[in-house]
């Protein structure tokens, strides 16, 4: 058997495409390969199951190795094998795939989904970093001669009579010289621990040391010694492929620490498993963020058929679930030829609303079944909570009935039962139910203090996304308002109508607000003199609740730019009816009215830690003259 020919393409070019634009990993060769091998395995496997092969299966384990010396990389396998002919017809024709065919003509008989191939380019990917490629295979078919195809990244082929004694396909690539890079075994080693770990054949790549037990010494301690192993690189029956009955938490959580060795525990995770009306398996786990959390995606890893594709899942899940750890695997993801990006398909968007809803299930059936555990689980999983309402329409239907806030007294709401816990004592004159709520209840802890006064509660609203979820629980719920605890005056935040009598005359009310305006020196600043309760502060500084939160959006990631250019404008409110201010209306001349008027105002920058540099060198001097007066 000899014969020469011509690759069967329609382009003299398509070797250096191949090699320049094909894949955008030159590595991902070795996934190609490899998963043609282990395709190759499968079928075998599949053809003996129905009844269509007869001999013995033997060890199909799949084998990785390189000739640093000759530069040489070798994948064999023991699967099925071809002949001549299907050389030519799998090879020489690029773009047919085998494994397609295989699929259309077992596809009624077994479960296809096994097959990993699906593109026939995935072989000359071996070109984007050989200068030659052989290929020695023999047949699993009766009576069948082994073959060997040769090629030098030309068109020009050459098939003769191959030197397989055995059942399966040997790939041989001679490396180029600008490629050489891969003849290195923790380099090989770390692409097929990226790529091809979680494989349903097992893959050796060369031998490793194991210890073993050898004997006892002379006070009865076990020994151990030092055998070479065969270095199998992958676990062929991963989590995510069994039932979840089969699984125990010590299941779930060891493989958690395999994909993420670093790690803590996560809280929880969510067995997926769907076959209509699209395959999916996989395991989602929520991590441990706390407030200050890391927004590091690409945690979790897509597969198709366990074969690993990308950590870049922004099309197959939420945006607000890309914070979660684990694996997806499906066959019905579309790919690119090159697999490396996915393709707009339908089935991508049913995928992503099946991870919502199943995500959502899971939540809420948590919060059912055991609330308490729940709630000690809030402060990790609340973004994640707040992120999908605010993101997807169809996750915050559901989210709104297990949605926490958590109060100063540390008991949790879910929104609807907060509204009514506070209803009664804090609508306002517009039937508006007005919920406060601090960002830092120890900076804004003279505002919180006024607030109880009146038996008001406070709800604490502290996280990273949280001033985005603030303005979505106004547009969701109907009558209900939130306002920061210091962002007015707590007569003004829960403006009931119920006037309050000033002991100041209107001139009176006039010339005090003259006296701070020329004391505080900021035209930025809006002065007003308010008649208040006689035990509230001598004068409140707030920023107004809707510039401030358009500058706490856009710290975060959201609000118009104009806010941030903006300067600092306060509304400072002097309390009418503070004994304070009555003493700065009577001191005797207009320097010590100011003085006073500078000290009150410096103590309510210096009580929101507002006051730095030269003012609190200033102040900190006038307070030691007015305390020796």
Not at 466 to 478: A, L, P, T
């Amino acid at each position: 058997m000899a014969e020469k020919g011509t690759i069967s393409i329609h382009t003299e070019n398509i070797f250096p495409i191949i090699k320049k634009f094909l894949y955008s990993d030159h590595e991902i060769f070795l996934r190609e390969l490899v998963s043609n091998a282990v395709d190759a395995s499968q079928k075998i496997k599949q053809l003996a199951s129905l009844g269509e092969y007869t001999g013995e299966l033997g060890n199909l384990t799949v084998e990785v190795s390189f000739d640093e010396k000759k530069k040489t990389i070798t994948v064999s396998d023991n699967g099925i094998g071809m002949t001549a002919d299907e050389i030519k017809k799998y090879i020489n024709q690029i773009a047919f795939s085998g494994a397609t065919e295989f699929v259309e003509k077992y596809k009624d008989k077994a479960d296809n989904q096994q097959i990993i191939g699906h593109f026939g380019l995935g072989f000359y990917s071996a070109f984007m970093v050989a200068k030659k490629v052989e290929i020695n295979t023999l047949s699993h078919q009766e009576g069948a001669e082994s073959a060997k195809w040769i090629c030098t990244g030309e068109t020009d082929f050459e098939i003769k009579k191959g030197t397989r004694k055995t059942r399966g396909t040997d790939i041989i690539l001679h490396v180029a010289d600008d490629s050489e890079e891969f003849l290195n075994e923790h380099r090989l080693q770390g692409i097929l621990d990226k790529y091809s770990k979680f494989l349903p054949i097992p893959i050796k790549f060369g031998q490793k040391d194991k210890q073993v037990e050898d004997g006892k010494d002379k006070d009865g301690k076990t020994k151990y010694k030092t055998e070479k192993v065969d270095n199998i690189i992958n676990d062929t029956d991963p989590i995510w492929t069994k039932s979840p009955s089969d699984l125990k938490d010590e299941d779930y959580l060891a493989f958690y620490k395999s994909l993420y060795p670093f790690s803590e525990d996560p809280l929880f995770w969510i067995h997926l498993n769907v076959d209509y009306p699209f395959n999916l398996t996989g395991v989602l786990y929520f991590p441990k963020l706390k407030k200050d959390f890391d927004l590091q995606k690409n945690k979790i890893q897509l597969f198709s058929r366990q074969v690993f594709i990308t950590d870049e899942v922004k099309d197959i899940v939420p945006e607000f679930l890309q914070l979660l750890h684990g694996v997806i695997d499906s066959p019905d993801i579309p790919l690119n030829v090159s697999r490396s990006y996915l393709q707009s398909d339908s089935n991508v968007k049913k995928i992503n609303g099946y991870i919502t809803k199943k995500v959502a299930d899971k939540l809420g059936e948590l919060f059912k079944n055991d609330r308490k555990g729940y709630e000690a689980k809030w402060e990790d999983i609340g973004v994640f909570v707040k992120y999908g309402m605010i993101s997807e329409e169809k996750f915050d239907e559901k989210a709104k009935d297990f949605a926490l806030v958590k109060n100063l007294d540390g008991k949790y709401f879910t929104i609807e039962e907060y509204k009514k816990h506070i209803e009664a004592n804090q609508t306002n004159k517009d039937k508006n139910v007005v919920a406060l709520y601090t960002t830092n209840k120890d900076k804004q802890h003279s505002y919180i203090e006024t607030a109880k006064k009146r038996s008001y509660d406070v709800i604490e609203l502290s996280g990273p996304i949280d001033s985005h979820f603030i303005s979505h629980m106004e547009q969701k719920n109907d009558k209900l308002q939130l306002q920061r605890v210091d962002a007015d005056v707590i007569d003004k935040l829960i403006d009931k109508d119920e006037k309050k009598e000033s002991v100041l005359s209107d001139k009176e009310q006039e010339t005090i607000k003259e006296i701070f305006e020329k004391a505080i020196n900021n035209k930025n600043n809006s002065v007003a003199v308010q008649p208040m309760a006689t035990d509230d502060l001598p004068v409140t500084i707030t920023l107004p609740e809707f510039i401030r939160r358009m500058k706490d959006m856009q710290a975060t990631g959201g609000g118009p730019m104009m806010f941030g250019d903006m300067p600092m404008t306060l509304s400072v409110a002097v309390n009418a009816n503070h004994a304070m201010t009555k003493k700065i209306l009577e001191a005797d001349s207009d320097e010590a009215k100011q003085r006073l008027a500078k000290q009150a105002y410096d103590l309510a920058l210096l009580s929101q830690g507002m006051l730095e540099g030269k003012d609190l060198t200033d102040f900190v001097n006038r307070s030691v003259e007015l305390s020796l007066a």
